[in-house]
């Protein structure tokens, strides 16, 4: 996954490529309604700080479903790409986007209480429901 010191990935289809210097050792599942929608299972991702960039980015879309975070994705294959917090800038990567994500570990599930009964993950790790969710993240009013 690391080369030169960079953790590599890319869209499906390759139009879009990205790097960051983050060292990446684990992701967080999402099991929000709109996750679930948006990538067809729960999704997957890894937090790579604001400090991501991309070739490419001209074939990035991006939607928001709030008024405090945007998705991206690559608008010639569809791929997930990020979800990304507006006030912060931090990038959270699709964790299937990387180029290798052997040796990565499950740290936390988040929307837990939005999880359909229909799949179960075996992993120990933190949970979260949404309400601890935008408790943490959601900017401050």
Not at 80 to 92: A, D, E, R
Not at 103 to 128: H, R, W
Request: hydrophobic share 30%; net charge negative.
């Amino acid at each position: 996954m690391r080369h030169d010191g960079k953790t590599k990935g890319s869209c499906a289809c390759g139009a879009v490529k990205f790097e960051t210097d983050e060292q990446i050792t684990g992701f967080t599942a999402c099991h929000c309604k709109t996750c679930r929608q948006w990538t067809g299972g729960p999704f997957m991702a890894t937090n790579c700080g604001d400090n991501v960039h991309f070739e490419g980015a001209e074939n990035i879309g991006q939607i928001s479903f709030s008024e405090w975070a945007e998705r991206g994705f690559c608008k010639v294959c569809g791929s997930s790409l990020y979800y990304k917090l507006i006030s912060s800038g931090q990038y959270f990567m699709s964790l299937g986007s990387f180029e290798d994500q052997n040796g990565l570990v499950m740290k936390t599930q988040v929307f837990i209480d939005e999880k359909p009964d229909s799949y179960e993950f075996a992993n120990e790790c933190k949970v979260m429901t949404g309400e601890e969710v935008f408790a943490q993240f959601a900017p401050k009013q």
